[in-house]
């Protein structure tokens, strides 16, 4: 079998379900299906974007032409046909020629598009989308049990001081979550930056008579958002996390674990699903102390209207 041959066999093993035949569908699902379940980092969304931009174009450039639209290095093309299974670019490349060839020409059966690779950028957009539906279901399933985010819920509305942590991308989730939760709750700490000052920071939550940490820490993991947790553990606060569906040392750390997956088709992650996971937990939170919620609320828009800050 010659190397064009396996890459294309590679190709085909990797392409999730058996129908209709990889040689039948159509050329944004054939080229999409390749990046499917696969954790890329930002470079090397960068160069599948650039694949589904310009795809009739890019299957036919050299590595070091390739690299150079993208700005990127070789080794970085290399180290991205790896990630994906392939044993170089070169192997990628026999896999991404005969889809791009069948761009241009059309799928059989149906109008060929003006443009291909419009069509593909118009597939890509959707199926990201496709995939945040998937992850949302997803935590569908796990609200199901209502009896542990209830108890979840009571368990961070009974802490007092509550510390939120997110650092790096995780820092915008951790965010929404204090904002918001500062309108039920009257001691909410916010953690977004790591070291000595995460630690510092959870030692006098402790000391303050903190009992729990919420903490959230979405791909990709930092080495500083492992030793927070274990700084967090070590002062004997019970650590709440909200990550991706991935087993690790992070996992490890935690008491209790939330899984909500991030959307990883596009250039940069999307949280639809650990934003609802985390509006889920106000939820529960308000309803933990619905007393305390509703007075907290009421002073809350009685400051907003003495002080104008919405329209």
Same mark, same amino acid.
């Given at each position: 079998?010659?190397?064009?041959?396996?890459?294309?066999?590679?190709?085909?093993?990797?392409?999730?379900?058996?129908?209709?035949?990889?040689?039948?569908?159509?050329?944004?699902?054939?080229?999409?299906?390749?990046?499917?379940?696969?954790?890329?980092?930002?470079?090397?969304?960068?160069?599948?974007?650039?694949?589904?931009?310009?795809?009739?174009?890019?299957?036919?450039?050299?590595?070091?032409?390739?690299?150079?639209?993208?700005?990127?290095?070789?080794?970085?093309?290399?180290?991205?046909?790896?990630?994906?299974?392939?044993?170089?670019?070169?192997?990628?490349?026999?896999?991404?020629?005969?889809?791009?060839?069948?761009?241009?020409?059309?799928?059989?059966?149906?109008?060929?598009?003006?443009?291909?690779?419009?069509?593909?950028?118009?597939?890509?957009?959707?199926?990201?989308?496709?995939?945040?539906?998937?992850?949302?279901?997803?935590?569908?399933?796990?609200?199901?049990?209502?009896?542990?985010?209830?108890?979840?819920?009571?368990?961070?509305?009974?802490?007092?001081?509550?510390?939120?942590?997110?650092?790096?991308?995780?820092?915008?989730?951790?965010?929404?979550?204090?904002?918001?939760?500062?309108?039920?709750?009257?001691?909410?700490?916010?953690?977004?930056?790591?070291?000595?000052?995460?630690?510092?920071?959870?030692?006098?939550?402790?000391? *303050? %008579?903190?009992?729990?940490? +919420?903490? #959230?820490?979405?791909?990709?993991?930092?080495?500083?958002?492992? $030793? !927070? @947790?274990?700084?967090?553990?070590?002062?004997?606060?019970?650590?709440?996390?909200?990550?991706?569906?991935?087993?690790?040392?992070?996992?490890?750390?935690?008491?209790?674990?939330?899984? *909500? %997956?991030?959307?990883?088709? +596009?250039? #940069?992650?999307?949280?639809?699903?650990?934003?609802?996971?985390? $509006? !889920? @937990?106000?939820?529960?939170?308000?309803?933990?102390?619905?007393?305390?919620?509703?007075?907290?609320?009421?002073?809350?828009?009685?400051?907003?209207?003495?002080?104008?800050?919405?329209?």
């Amino acid at each position: 079998m010659s190397s064009g041959q396996q890459a294309r066999a590679q190709a085909a093993a990797i392409t999730p379900g058996s129908t209709p035949p990889d040689q039948e569908r159509p050329p944004a699902e054939r080229l999409l299906a390749l990046f499917d379940g696969r954790r890329l980092s930002p470079g090397q969304r960068r160069i599948a974007q650039y694949l589904v931009d310009h795809l009739t174009e890019a299957a036919f450039l050299s590595i070091t032409e390739l690299a150079e639209r993208v700005g990127v290095s070789q080794p970085s093309v290399t180290r991205f046909a790896v990630s994906l299974g392939f044993s170089g670019y070169p192997a990628l490349r026999d896999v991404l020629q005969p889809i791009a060839l069948s761009a241009v020409a059309g799928t059989p059966g149906t109008p060929g598009p003006a443009d291909p690779r419009e069509q593909l950028r118009q597939n890509g957009l959707q199926a990201a989308v496709d995939a945040e539906i998937e992850n949302l279901e997803s935590v569908r399933r796990l609200l199901a049990d209502t009896h542990q985010v209830l108890e979840i819920g009571r368990e961070l509305a009974g802490s007092v001081p509550l510390t939120v942590l997110g650092l790096r991308i995780s820092a915008s989730l951790a965010e929404y979550f204090a904002y918001a939760a500062r309108r039920i709750h009257p001691d909410v700490r916010l953690v977004t930056r790591g070291g000595s000052v995460a630690y510092d920071a959870l030692l006098q939550a402790r000391a *303050a %008579g903190g009992t729990c940490v +919420l903490a #959230f820490a979405m791909p990709r993991h930092a080495h500083e958002s492992l $030793a !927070a @947790l274990r700084a967090a553990r070590a002062a004997g606060l019970r650590v709440v996390l909200i990550t991706d569906p991935t087993v690790g040392p992070l996992v490890e750390e935690a008491d209790v674990v939330l899984t *909500a %997956g991030t959307g990883s088709r +596009l250039v #940069f992650d999307s949280y639809a699903a650990p934003g609802m996971l985390s $509006a !889920a @937990l106000l939820q529960a939170m308000a309803d933990a102390d619905p007393e305390r919620t509703q007075a907290r609320l009421e002073q809350y828009e009685q400051a907003a209207d003495q002080h104008g800050f919405f329209l």
